[in-house]
């Protein structure tokens, strides 16, 4: 269906005619119009277009609202201090809009598409062979799997990539480790979990680590093994791939407990790009965009120093002949614009490397890769922080493992949910621990602006009080159960009816659906949307309190009431899949 029309734009336009009405000789002019606790909307714009007209902006004010049409949309404007317009819209508009959203036969709540959709290649949940998957590790997944909901549910075509880290120097020490303690592969049989078999391997290569910063001769040993696996000798990779399949098994049983797609065509590591390396330097050697400095093929900038001073360059070629992490990533942007096609490079990575890609992408630029045409933007994300406000540790020091983090958060939302609930078997209770649990851990990070550091607190996550998920969540079960209770009762928009303060201030925030998941998408903005959800349920928890619903005065007002509560259900349903998590039907 074509895409309806929010209110706030529909004031918008009655409100910018006045406005050329008043003054033609200002052209289009924006009201500047926004929500307001004063009115339903206030617009601002009177006060600098009467600076500009050299008028009083009062009286520029009451002429604007002699020529605003009423009736239809707008009830009634009222002027407002040194200028401001207050705007109140009708009950009918409030129910007719929300209407035409739920008659939306894609079930989309009149989202519209993007008006010209691109590709973008999100680089997301970047994983390391062989190692242990870590809290860091969750802000990548957790964010980047929310944009790609976001960007795929407004029309852009979305590529995938989960760059993992599976190349390197630290492959040639595992794989000579275990060639010289053959007895440590004993207890990887092919019984044992993908859980259980990536922690032996975690441990395996932290004792290959220790031996290669002890031991200079295992040290040229391992280097030497770095060399076969590039030369593609036979054993050598058979082993480095036996790795990369187990840890992939792995992977995937993470980002299954997460609740997240990922699939085995768009995991991509550093490997892939092994072929275009040496064309890389090649290029940006040729194009005078890197330079030979000491051996080492060099990328400077006047803008990038050291404490002394002096340029610190980007290394894409070592002295030595190998490749650094630049390159490899030189040739993902060569890939993804050439081959993928893509206008956008997404890359959902921790701030901390913010100055790698800062210089990788200005490379780029020069070497002609990226233009006004295809962009490259870091969604750089912030630190998990402990309830103490320090990187997130165990009591031991060490980083926290991913899945033990989860598990812990699945046991918490379990106990939750048991506690209330009424008619639900174990199994049941085990499924919406899961839901909870896991929706919790992701409506933490994700409530958060990404640049921000946020701290992991558990007990404050599964609380039915607050900014949570399981708040939004138990919102959406509360809801499902008066439409279960209301029987053949069925919802209906009843626009001739007059509505209650808080039935205004839900259907008016609900109206604003669509306009909220096109900013947080064209912002990659998922914490905009979680904010726009707790509202939402905050706003409908007020109308339950107040409003009751089926026990209202007339079957007209019950029809209504259940219509508000129906169009609340889908939206907060829809909302919170575009943030990755589940709303159980009952809790």
Same mark, same amino acid.
């Given at each position: 269906?074509?895409?309806?029309?929010?209110?706030?734009?529909?004031?918008?336009?009655?409100?910018?005619?006045?406005?050329?009405?008043?003054?033609?000789?200002?052209?289009?002019?924006?009201?500047?119009?926004?929500?307001?606790?004063?009115?339903?909307?206030?617009?601002?714009?009177?006060?600098?277009?009467?600076?500009?007209?050299?008028?009083?902006?009062?009286?520029?004010?009451?002429?604007?609202?002699?020529?605003?049409?009423?009736?239809?949309?707008?009830?009634?404007?009222?002027?407002s201090g040194p200028g401001f317009l207050n705007v109140t819209v009708t009950d009918r508009a409030i129910t007719e809009n929300l209407a035409a959203r739920a008659a939306d036969p894609d079930g989309r709540l009149g989202v519209?598409?993007?008006?010209?959709?691109?590709?973008?290649?999100?680089?997301?949940?970047?994983?390391?062979?062989?190692?242990?998957?870590?809290?860091?590790?969750?802000?990548?997944?957790?964010?980047?799997?929310?944009?790609?909901?976001?960007?795929?549910?407004?029309?852009?075509?979305?590529?995938?990539?989960?760059?993992?880290?599976?190349?390197?120097?630290?492959?040639?020490?595992?794989?000579?480790?275990?060639?010289?303690?053959?007895?440590?592969?004993?207890?990887?049989?092919?019984?044992?979990?993908?859980?259980?078999?990536?922690?032996?391997?975690?441990?395996?290569?932290?004792?290959?680590?220790?031996?290669?910063?002890?031991?200079?001769?295992?040290?040229?040993?391992?280097?030497?093994?770095?060399?076969?696996?590039?030369?593609?000798?036979?054993?050598?990779?058979?082993?480095?791939?036996?790795?990369?399949?187990?840890?992939?098994?792995?992977?995937?049983?993470?980002?299954?407990?997460?609740?997240?797609?990922?699939?085995?065509?768009?995991?991509?590591?550093?490997?892939?790009?092994?072929?275009?390396?040496?064309?890389?330097?090649?290029?940006?050697?040729?194009?005078?965009?890197?330079?030979?400095?000491?051996?080492?093929?060099?990328?400077?900038?006047?803008?990038?120093?050291?404490?002394?001073?002096?340029?610190?360059?980007?290394?894409? =070629?070592?002295?030595? $002949?190998?490749?650094? *992490? !630049?390159?490899?990533?030189? /040739? %993902?942007? #060569? +890939?993804?614009? @050439?081959? &993928?096609?893509?206008?956008?490079?997404?890359?959902?990575?921790?701030a901390r490397q913010s100055l790698h890609f800062k210089m990788v992408f200005e490379t780029a630029r020069r070497a002609g890769w990226l233009n006004d045409d295809v962009t490259a933007y870091q969604l750089a994300f912030g630190?998990?922080?402990?309830?103490?406000?320090?990187?997130?540790?165990?009591?031991?020091?060490?980083?926290?493992?991913?899945?033990?983090?989860?598990?812990?958060?699945?046991?918490?939302?379990?106990?939750?949910?048991?506690?209330?609930?009424?008619?639900?078997?174990?199994?049941?209770?085990?499924?919406?621990?899961? =839901?909870?649990?896991? $929706?919790?851990?992701? *409506? !933490?990070?994700?409530?958060? /602006? %990404?640049? #921000? +550091?946020?701290? @992991?607190? &558990?007990?404050?996550?599964?609380?039915?009080?607050?900014?949570?998920?399981?708040?939004?969540?138990?919102?959406?079960?509360?809801?499902?159960?008066?439409?279960?209770?209301?029987?053949?009762?069925?919802?209906?928009?009843?626009?001739?009816?007059?509505?209650?303060?808080?039935?205004?201030?839900?259907?008016?925030?609900?109206?604003?659906?669509?306009?909220?998941?096109?900013?947080?998408?064209?912002?990659?903005?998922?914490?905009?949307?979680?904010?726009?959800?707790?509202?939402?349920?905050?706003?409908?928890?007020?109308?339950?309190?107040?409003?009751?619903?089926?026990?209202?005065?007339?079957?007209?007002?019950?029809?209504?009431?259940?219509?508000?509560?129906?169009?609340?259900? #889908?939206?907060?349903?829809?909302?919170?899949?575009?943030?990755?998590?589940?709303?159980?039907?009952?809790?």
């Open positions: 269906m074509a895409s309806v029309t929010s209110l706030t734009a529909s004031v918008h336009q009655r409100l910018a005619s006045a406005l050329s009405a008043t003054l033609p000789e200002t052209g289009a002019a924006d009201p500047l119009l926004r929500r307001s606790d004063r009115a339903d909307f206030q617009a601002n714009g009177i006060l600098a277009l009467a600076k500009k007209a050299k008028g009083n902006p009062r009286e520029l004010a009451a002429q604007v609202v002699g020529h605003v049409v009423t009736g239809d949309v707008i009830k009634d404007v009222e002027v519209p598409y993007a008006e010209q959709p691109g590709t973008t290649v999100i680089d997301y949940a970047q994983p390391n062979v062989a190692k242990e998957m870590h809290v860091g590790h969750l802000r990548s997944a957790v964010i980047g799997d929310s944009v790609v909901q976001l960007l795929e549910f407004t029309g852009e075509n979305v590529v995938r990539r989960h760059h993992i880290g599976d190349w390197g120097t630290q492959f040639g020490m595992l794989i000579q480790y275990l060639d010289e303690h053959p007895h440590e592969l004993d207890h990887r049989a092919s019984e044992v979990s993908g859980e259980e078999a990536m922690s032996n391997l975690d441990r395996l290569y932290k004792a290959a680590r220790r031996l290669f910063d002890s031991d200079e001769e295992f040290k040229t040993r391992a280097r030497r093994r770095v060399v076969d696996l590039q030369a593609g000798d036979a054993h050598t990779v058979a082993m480095w791939q036996k790795f990369v399949d187990e840890s992939k098994i792995y992977f995937f049983s993470v980002f299954e407990k997460l609740d997240m797609e990922v699939r085995d065509p768009d995991i991509v590591g550093e490997s892939g790009y092994n072929d275009m390396l040496a064309e890389t330097c090649r290029l940006l050697e040729e194009s005078g965009v890197a330079v030979r400095s000491e051996g080492a093929l060099c990328v400077f900038f006047d803008d990038v120093r050291g404490p002394d001073g002096n340029q610190v360059p980007l290394i894409v =070629q070592k002295s030595d $002949g190998g490749y650094g *992490y !630049a390159a490899t990533d030189l /040739s %993902a942007i #060569r +890939d993804r614009v @050439f081959n &993928l096609k893509a206008n956008t490079l997404l890359y959902v990575v921790d630190t998990v922080l402990g309830k103490d406000g320090k990187p997130f540790k165990t009591r031991e020091g060490e980083t926290v493992r991913l899945v033990d983090l989860l598990d812990e958060a699945i046991e918490r939302a379990s106990a939750v949910v048991r506690e209330k609930a009424q008619d639900l078997s174990e199994e049941e209770i085990a499924e919406r621990g899961a =839901q909870v649990g896991i $929706g919790a851990v992701k *409506y !933490a990070d994700l409530s958060t /602006s %990404a640049i #921000r +550091d946020y701290k @992991f607190d &558990l007990d404050q996550m599964v609380s039915l009080n607050g900014d949570t998920s399981v708040y939004l969540q138990y919102a959406y079960a509360r809801i499902q159960s008066i439409l279960r209770k209301a029987g053949e009762v069925r919802p209906a928009a009843r626009p001739e009816l007059e509505l209650t303060q808080a039935e205004r201030a839900l259907g008016l925030h609900a109206d604003a659906f669509a306009e909220t998941v096109r900013e947080a998408a064209e912002e990659y903005a998922p914490h905009k949307l979680a904010a726009y959800l707790y509202q939402l349920a905050s706003l409908y928890t007020s109308f339950y309190d107040k409003c009751p619903v089926l026990k209202a005065k007339t079957p007209e007002q019950v029809a209504n009431r259940l219509f508000l509560c129906d169009v609340t259900a #889908r939206t907060l349903h829809q909302g919170m899949a575009l943030l990755g998590i589940r709303t159980p039907e009952r809790l």
